[in-house]
C-alpha cells in the first residue's frame, strides 16, 4: 500500500509528559506524569462490562456516521473481535486505532476508560512477544518549535509518551517519512533516536509487530502505552536538515521515579481495582466530575 501508517503518524501530534527530577509534587507538571501512570496501572487491573464495550460501539457509530467503511469495520469488530486480534485491529488504518490514539492523545479519560480491555489486549500482545535484544529504534516526528525547545531544555529528565509509541527499526525509512511532510513555519523536522533494552521492561513491554500489520514492511516496534524514556540529548543532525533526539528506555524502577510511584502505588494497592479506586484516583488528581461519575457508574452496579 502506498499511504504508509507511520506516515500518517508522523504529522499526528505527540503527547508527552516530562518528570522532572526537582520535584515531586502530585499536581502541576509531574504530578500530570505520575497520574498518567498510575491510571494505566488501574485501568489494566479493572474487569470490564459488556456495557462498556456497547457504549463504545454506541460511540464510534455515532462518531463515525455516514462513513459506510468505518461502519462496515464496527461490524466486524463487534461480532468478531477476539483477544488475540488487539494488535492486528490497532494496526488497521480504522476507527478503532484513530479512536483510541485521539482519546490517549487529548487525555479524554472516559474514552479510554472503554477502552481498557483492549489496551489490555494489547498489553498482553506485546509481553507474548517482547523483544528479547536491545533494539535501536527511529521514530520521526513533526513538532512545533516550542516543543523542540522543551525537548532541548528537558535533558536527562524522564519522559513518558501518552499513548502507543510507533517506531522503526530502520532509519532510512524513518527519516524517509519526513521527506514527504510539508514542513510550516514554527514546525521542527524530528528524530527520535531510541535505545531499549528489554532487560529493563518491568511493566511497559515493546515488540515487533511488522507480523500482525497490514504494512510489514514497515518493520513496526511499537512500545506500550505509557512507556517511560530517559532524554539524553537533543542535537542537530550533521546535515542539519533535522532534529535528533537522543533517549534510552526506562524501567518503572529508575531511582528517582521509584519514590513517586510507589507511594501512589499503594493508595491503589494491587490485584484487581473497583470502579470506586478509579474514582478515588481521579479525585485525588482533581478531576471532581469525572470521580463523581464513576462514583455513581459504581453505585449502579452494586447488586
Not at 463515525?64 to 461490524?75: K, M, T, V
Not at 527499526?169 to 510550516?184: E, H, M, P, R, T
Not at 519514590?259 to 478531576?287: A, H, P, R
Request: glycine share 4%.
Amino acid at each position: 500500500k502506498a499511504d504508509h501508517r507511520i506516515q500518517k503518524i508522523v504529522e499526528e501530534p505527540l503527547s508527552i509528559n516530562i518528570f522532572t527530577t526537582g520535584g515531586s509534587s502530585t499536581t502541576g507538571v509531574n504530578g500530570q506524569f505520575v497520574f498518567s501512570q498510575i491510571l494505566i496501572d488501574c485501568l489494566l487491573r479493572l474487569k470490564t462490562t459488556k456495557v462498556d464495550k456497547k457504549e463504545l460501539i454506541d460511540h464510534c457509530k455515532q462518531q463515525y456516521q455516514g462513513n459506510s467503511d468505518e461502519l462496515s469495520n464496527l461490524r466486524e469488530f463487534a461480532e468478531d473481535y477476539s483477544p488475540e486480534k488487539a494488535l492486528r485491529w490497532y494496526t488497521r488504518e480504522s476507527f478503532f486505532y484513530k479512536t483510541l490514539n485521539a482519546a490517549l492523545r487529548n487525555q479524554n479519560i472516559h474514552i479510554i476508560f472503554l477502552f481498557r480491555e483492549f489496551i489490555s489486549d494489547i498489553h498482553r500482545q506485546l509481553k507474548a512477544n517482547q523483544a528479547d535484544v536491545t533494539l535501536r529504534v527511529y521514530r520521526s516526528q513533526m513538532i512545533s518549535s516550542n516543543e523542540l525547545e522543551t525537548l532541548r531544555q528537558s535533558c536527562d529528565q524522564f519522559i513518558s509518551i501518552n499513548s502507543f509509541f510507533s517506531t522503526s527499526i530502520d532509519k532510512k525509512q524513518a527519516l524517509s517519512f519526513l521527506n514527504s511532510c510539508d514542513v510550516g513555519d514554527n514546525i521542527e523536522q524530528v528524530l527520535f533516536e531510541i535505545d531499549a533494552n528489554p532487560a529493563l521492561v518491568t511493566s511497559k513491554p515493546f515488540a515487533d509487530v511488522s507480523s500482525y500489520s497490514e504494512f510489514a514492511d514497515e518493520s513496526e516496534v511499537l512500545f506500550m502505552l505509557g512507556s517511560i524514556f530517559r532524554l539524553q540529548n537533543v542535537k542537530r543532525s550533521s546535515d542539519s536538515r533535522v532534529w535528533i533526539v537522543r533517549m534510552t528506555l526506562c524501567s518503572d524502577d529508575e531511582h528517582d521515579l521509584k519514590k513517586v510511584l510507589i507511594y501512589m502505588k499503594q493508595q491503589l494497592g494491587s490485584g484487581e481495582t473497583d470502579l470506586e479506586t478509579f474514582g478515588k484516583l481521579l479525585w485525588e488528581m482533581g478531576k471532581l466530575d469525572l470521580a463523581e461519575k464513576y462514583f455513581i457508574r459504581f453505585l449502579e452496579q452494586i447488586p
